[in-house]
């Protein structure tokens, strides 16, 4: 059977690179795909910084989707979640990583499993593979991350963290 890869959208990427982390993808995935735009995207902003960043992170794999027309499917996305979506898809993905709520909704509805960046941090603690995710979290909204505050509490609940 071929590889169920994990496929990300550009925000979980660049939240984890914010706070140095992109290694967690590595650490709880082993490989994530990213479709072409998702690449473009994070290239946009800061793109020395996010080449070489990806250049050390041989983990990520941009991956070609096999009909580009597939992520026409999903056109009340942008066109990053719009191709993440359709890789998953195409790929029988066993995740997807996908911060903007409209786009797991989606997700869910064409029955792919999807994430945001806080279920990975909150799968990261559970590994044991960071100790705890309240000052991530912090972190990541000091990075300019919005995260609503019942998804903070919620997070912080889960892990065993709440005041």
Do not use: C
Request: no cysteine.
């Amino acid at each position: 059977m071929p590889i169920q890869p994990v496929v990300s959208n550009n925000s979980p990427l660049v939240g984890l690179l914010g706070i140095n982390l992109l290694s967690l993808l590595r650490d709880l995935y082993t490989e994530v795909w990213i479709p072409r735009k998702v690449e473009k995207e994070f290239l946009r902003k800061d793109p020395i910084v996010r080449r070489e960043a990806l250049e050390n992170a041989p983990w990520i794999k941009t991956v070609d989707l096999t009909d580009p027309r597939t992520a026409a499917v999903h056109a009340e996305l942008d066109e990053g979640e719009a191709e993440a979506l359709a890789l998953a898809n195409e790929h029988d993905a066993r995740l997807v990583l996908l911060d903007e709520k409209k786009g797991r909704q989606k997700a869910k509805q064409i029955g792919l499993t999807a994430m945001g960046i806080v279920g990975v941090l909150q799968e990261a603690k559970e590994e044991g593979l960071i100790d705890a995710i309240k000052p991530l979290l912090i972190r990541l909204q000091d990075n300019g991350i919005h995260l609503s505050e019942s998804l903070i509490n919620n997070a912080l609940q889960d892990a065993g963290e709440a005041d």
